[in-house]
């Protein structure tokens, strides 16, 4: 029998959030039904429940950045027993056999992977995310949280620390590379610990001063705001590496131009319309401009076992399932310090 789950949906676009419960499936041999403590609440959240990347799929249960307890394993789990601690990022499937698949990049399987919310299960049923009280997931999908990083603390990390931690891995932050953050918000508060535990020499770029004594808290070398036109002019041909986690547009060419000859512009943040940059603002330096999409499973068991030893710890507040729509009009003014958590078990 299905049991029933509590969750908070969003109904349709711009409507607030509503109570309401749904029918998981049982869970099957190879599936993980976990009772969720903690589900972090990501930008990309607002971006879907807004439309801002086409039309979702309502009602629409967003969360990605969900810890629990298992609750129960089906028989032909192994890895995970009753009462361990775990967590589910931003997919909960993926063929399993194509070449990224084979190779532990799940998010690029060709099939087309599974999200957590807003997508379909390949039997076609709509997929519910974490602000709910239980999820049930396959086992290839779950992954272990260290003992030494405490739940609520860890949310954060199965989106936000997956995001930032495998294009810094790929492009080689660490020892005598110059990176910088742009935006120091959910993602770019992460970004910049982790850059910082990789040996890299950290620069923030924010839009103000306002957070400066945060960033450097987390381990951030330099601080600058780019509402400062000067910014720019003093950061020319500085950086190895830049991360961008902004959620909205920036003006590309200037960033570019804070690269070394050689550097490269990787892009997180998905703001809904596009970006425009000049030809010769790569040209010139031999630049690069890419992405980045979250990370794979492996990857995501080897950041959370990276932040654990290396104390990479989210800052996070925590709120209640009534407290979720104050919290996204927050988020949107980036005054959250620095990702807000839903306490699952607020909803009583
Ligand atoms: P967030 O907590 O809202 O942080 C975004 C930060 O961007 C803000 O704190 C702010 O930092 C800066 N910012 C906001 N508006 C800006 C503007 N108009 N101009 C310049 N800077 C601005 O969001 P998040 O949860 O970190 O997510 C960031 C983006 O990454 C979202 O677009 C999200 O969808 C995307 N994302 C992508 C992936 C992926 O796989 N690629 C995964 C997760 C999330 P300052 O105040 O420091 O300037
Ligand atoms: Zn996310």
Same mark, same amino acid.
């Given at each position: 029998?299905?049991?029933?789950? !509590?969750?908070?949906?969003?109904?349709?676009?711009?409507?607030?959030?509503?109570?309401?419960?749904?029918?998981?499936?049982?869970?099957?041999?190879?599936?993980?039904?976990?009772?969720?403590?903690?589900?972090?609440?990501?930008?990309?959240?607002?971006?879907?429940?807004?439309?801002?990347?086409?039309?979702?799929?309502?009602?629409?249960?967003?969360?990605?950045?969900?810890? @629990?307890?298992?609750?129960?394993?089906?028989?032909?789990?192994?890895?995970?027993?009753?009462?361990?601690?775990?967590?589910?990022?931003?997919?909960?499937?993926?063929?399993?056999?194509?070449?990224?698949?084979?190779?532990?990049?799940?998010?690029?399987?060709?099939? @087309?992977?599974?999200?957590?919310?807003?997508?379909?299960?390949?039997?076609?049923?709509?997929? %519910? @995310?974490?602000?709910?009280?239980?999820?049930?997931?396959?086992?290839?999908?779950?992954? %272990?949280?260290?003992?030494?990083?405490?739940?609520?603390?860890?949310?954060?990390?199965?989106?936000?620390?997956?995001?930032?931690?495998?294009?810094?891995?790929?492009?080689?932050?660490?020892?005598?590379?110059?990176?910088?953050?742009?935006?120091?918000?959910?993602?770019?508060?992460?970004?910049?610990?982790?850059?910082?535990?990789?040996?890299?020499?950290?620069?923030?770029?924010?839009?103000?001063?306002?957070?400066?004594?945060?960033?450097?808290?987390?381990? !951030?070398?330099?601080?600058?705001?780019?509402?400062?036109?000067?910014?720019?002019?003093?950061?020319?041909?500085?950086?190895?590496?830049?991360?961008?986690?902004?959620?909205?547009?920036?003006?590309?060419?200037?960033?570019?131009?804070?690269?070394?000859?050689?550097?490269?512009?990787?892009?997180?943040?998905?703001?809904?319309?596009?970006?425009?940059?000049?030809?010769?603002?790569?040209?010139?330096?031999?630049?690069?401009?890419?992405?980045?999409?979250?990370?794979?499973?492996?990857?995501?068991?080897?950041?959370?076992?990276?932040?654990?030893?290396?104390?990479?710890?989210?800052?996070?507040?925590?709120?209640?399932?009534?407290?979720?729509? *104050?919290?996204?009009?927050?988020?949107?003014?980036?005054?959250?310090?620095?990702?807000?958590?839903?306490?699952?078990?607020?909803? *009583?």
């Amino acid at each position: 029998m299905p049991t029933t789950t !509590a969750v908070l949906q969003s109904p349709e676009t711009g409507a607030p959030f509503e109570r309401a419960t749904i029918e998981r499936r049982d869970p099957g041999p190879h599936d993980v039904e976990i009772e969720i403590k903690h589900c972090g609440i990501c930008h990309s959240d607002i971006h879907q429940v807004e439309g801002d990347w086409g039309s979702g799929i309502f009602p629409m249960v967003p969360g990605h950045e969900i810890v @629990g307890v298992v609750a129960s394993v089906g028989d032909e789990v192994e890895g995970f027993a009753e009462g361990d601690r775990v967590g589910v990022g931003c997919f909960v499937d993926s063929c399993g056999e194509c070449e990224y698949c084979a190779d532990g990049e799940e998010q690029h399987c060709t099939k @087309g992977v599974v999200l957590t919310y807003n997508g379909k299960d390949y039997d076609g049923n709509p997929t %519910h @995310g974490g602000y709910s009280t239980r999820i049930v997931v396959k086992d290839h999908f779950v992954v %272990h949280v260290p003992d030494e990083i405490e739940l609520d603390v860890a949310a954060p990390l199965l989106c936000a620390g997956i995001t930032t931690y495998s294009p810094l891995k790929r492009w080689g932050a660490g020892e005598g590379k110059r990176v910088a953050i742009v935006g120091m918000g959910g993602l770019g508060h992460v970004a910049v610990q982790i850059a910082k535990a990789m040996g890299a020499e950290v620069t923030v770029l924010s839009q103000t001063t306002s957070k400066e004594e945060d960033g450097r808290r987390f381990g !951030a070398d330099a601080y600058y705001a780019t509402e400062d036109r000067e910014t720019f002019r003093k950061l020319r041909g500085s950086f190895d590496l830049i991360l961008n986690t902004v959620s909205a547009n920036l003006p590309i060419d200037r960033y570019l131009s804070t690269l070394r000859v050689g550097g490269a512009m990787v892009n997180v943040g998905a703001p809904s319309e596009p970006d425009t940059y000049h030809a010769f603002s790569l040209i010139g330096g031999r630049r690069s401009l890419a992405g980045s999409s979250v990370g794979g499973l492996p990857e995501t068991q080897e950041m959370l076992d990276f932040c654990a030893e290396h104390g990479v710890e989210p800052q996070i507040e925590r709120v209640t399932v009534d407290e979720v729509d *104050g919290a996204y009009e927050r988020i949107a003014d980036s005054s959250v310090r620095y990702r807000c958590v839903i306490d699952i078990a607020s909803f *009583g």
